[in-house]
């Protein structure tokens, strides 16, 4: 009797826990059908990544890779579509879970693992580490450790762009937890009022570190945050290969043509904890009966489940 | 009809670990940077 009763308040546990899927705000444009070559690019893009990530966890958890190590494992549609779009010599800047971008872009698996596990054949010579690693040759420009710094350089580099007359854009990736941050909306300012050449791309995972983008942002949908600035936002499938690549030509077109700036909001999510620091399954969350079981919503309550709290205060 | 079947995905499944395996290999062999590196590229060259 208790033991069904317990598992019914699991069941409901559960049930309160699971992360609702977000839906995009239909556009009307359809994803588009990618060519055979296309289809096949894009899964051997996505599986290196999701195998480069799976292994890097491997190598961190046999401790061959010291500091920080955001892996990027499920939101790998997002930034191999987004490449798809683009042409040679457009650059892409991110922050911190970064390993993906830097695959997609073409770099060298060697270089990036080499640089993980800090030794000399990195792309910073050992000395850079998971969130700080560059690629001139690639215009991959980083590999940036603090939250939402990447966005004024991302603006930046729209602006060398325009200045250059060099018809590329700048790809400026961040997270729903950076959409926040002040430097944001001030290069947004900046971005619209030079029309530079750079492609926002939220990545909206749903999580800032642990906290859900419902405790922690005022409004959630965060396309329209360039609303104040007249920067045009569009909310897409970032679970879908295809819808990216669709949004990434329309965007990229936008930006190339001298219309300035636009947000791309990819509805996305990630299947591992913030990063191999905080794993979801092991350590003192274990002890936490009701986010241990499933990994995801683990990851999800990390800091907003009340019993955790309890236990990290008598732990 | 189709444009990839199992043993196609198969054998792309194959060859991307055959790289990440080697990346994971490589990047335990190769040796830490020299301790001579310790202050380079901290600053600018004057």
Same mark, same amino acid.
């Given at each position: 009797?208790?033991?069904?009763?317990?598992?019914?308040?699991?069941?409901?546990?559960?049930?309160?826990?699971?992360?609702? #899927? $977000?839906?995009?705000?239909?556009? @009307?444009?359809?994803?588009?059908?990618?060519?055979?070559?296309?289809? &096949?690019?894009?899964?051997?893009?996505? $599986?290196?990544?999701?195998?480069?990530?799976? #292994?890097?966890?491997?190598? %961190?958890?046999?401790?061959?890779?010291?500091?920080?190590?955001?892996?990027?494992?499920?939101?790998?549609?997002?930034?191999?579509?987004?490449?798809?779009?683009?042409?040679?010599?457009?650059?892409?800047?991110?922050?911190?879970?970064? *390993?993906? *971008?830097?695959?997609?872009?073409?770099?060298?698996?060697?270089?990036? =693992?080499?640089? &993980?596990?800090?030794?000399?054949?990195? %792309?910073?010579?050992?000395?850079?580490? /998971?969130? *700080?690693?560059?690629?001139? +040759?690639?215009?991959?420009? @980083?590999?940036?450790?603090?939250?939402?710094?990447?966005?004024?350089?991302?603006?930046? &580099?729209?602006?060398?762009?325009?200045?250059?007359?060099?018809?590329?854009?700048?790809?400026?990736?961040?997270?729903?937890?950076?959409?926040?941050?002040?430097?944001?909306? +001030?290069?947004?300012?900046?971005?619209?009022?030079?029309?530079?050449?750079?492609?926002?791309?939220?990545?909206?995972?749903?999580?800032? =570190?642990?906290?859900?983008?419902?405790?922690?942002?005022?409004?959630?949908?965060?396309?329209?945050?360039?609303?104040?600035?007249?920067?045009?936002? +569009?909310?897409?499938?970032?679970?879908?290969?295809?819808?990216? #690549?669709?949004?990434?030509?329309?965007?990229?077109? *936008?930006?190339?043509?001298? #219309?300035?700036? =636009?947000?791309?909001?990819?509805?996305?999510?990630?299947?591992?904890?913030?990063? =191999?620091?905080?794993?979801?399954?092991?350590?003192?969350?274990?002890?936490?009966?009701?986010?241990?079981?499933?990994?995801?919503? /683990?990851?999800?309550?990390? %800091?907003?489940?009340?019993?955790?709290?309890?236990?990290?205060?008598?732990? | 009809?189709?444009?990839?079947?199992?043993?196609?995905?198969?054998?792309?499944?194959?060859?991307?670990?055959?790289?990440?395996?080697?990346?994971?290999?490589?990047?335990?062999?190769?040796?830490?940077?020299?301790?001579?590196?310790?202050?380079?590229?901290?600053?600018?060259?004057?």
């Amino acid at each position: 009797m208790a033991q069904t009763q317990a598992a019914a308040r699991r069941g409901s546990a559960d049930r309160e826990a699971r992360p609702e #899927k $977000l839906q995009p705000v239909n556009t @009307g444009r359809s994803p588009g059908a990618f060519s055979q070559e296309e289809e &096949l690019e894009a899964y051997r893009s996505m $599986l290196l990544i999701r195998r480069f990530e799976e #292994k890097a966890g491997q190598l %961190y958890g046999m401790g061959a890779i010291g500091g920080f190590c955001h892996l990027y494992i499920g939101q790998e549609a997002v930034v191999v579509g987004l490449q798809m779009a683009m042409i040679q010599g457009d650059q892409v800047i991110t922050a911190y879970r970064d *390993h993906g *971008h830097m695959l997609a872009t073409g770099m060298d698996p060697k270089g990036v =693992m080499a640089e &993980l596990t800090g030794r000399r054949s990195g %792309y910073s010579r050992g000395k850079g580490g /998971s969130m *700080h690693m560059f690629s001139k +040759e690639k215009n991959f420009y @980083g590999g940036h450790g603090i939250v939402g710094a990447q966005v004024p350089l991302g603006t930046g &580099l729209a602006f060398a762009n325009r200045y250059r007359e060099n018809g590329n854009v700048s790809l400026t990736y961040f997270g729903d937890g950076a959409a926040n941050q002040g430097q944001v909306y +001030e290069s947004f300012n900046m971005a619209k009022l030079w029309s530079l050449p750079v492609i926002y791309v939220i990545e909206n995972n749903q999580y800032a =570190m642990g906290t859900s983008i419902k405790r922690s942002s005022a409004t959630t949908n965060l396309c329209k945050r360039g609303q104040s600035f007249d920067i045009p936002g +569009e909310q897409v499938d970032g679970m879908d290969v295809r819808a990216v #690549k669709a949004a990434g030509d329309m965007a990229l077109e *936008h930006a190339r043509s001298g #219309k300035g700036p =636009m947000i791309l909001e990819m509805l996305t999510y990630r299947y591992r904890g913030h990063s =191999m620091s905080i794993p979801p399954s092991t350590g003192p969350r274990k002890r936490c009966r009701r986010c241990a079981p499933n990994m995801i919503r /683990s990851s999800r309550s990390a %800091y907003g489940c009340r019993r955790w709290a309890g236990q990290a205060r008598t732990i | 009809m189709g444009w990839a079947g199992e043993d196609d995905l198969k054998e792309i499944d194959k060859e991307i670990r055959l790289v990440v395996n080697e990346a994971a290999e490589f990047a335990q062999a190769d040796p830490e940077p020299d301790p001579a590196e310790l202050w380079t590229n901290v600053y600018a060259e004057a």
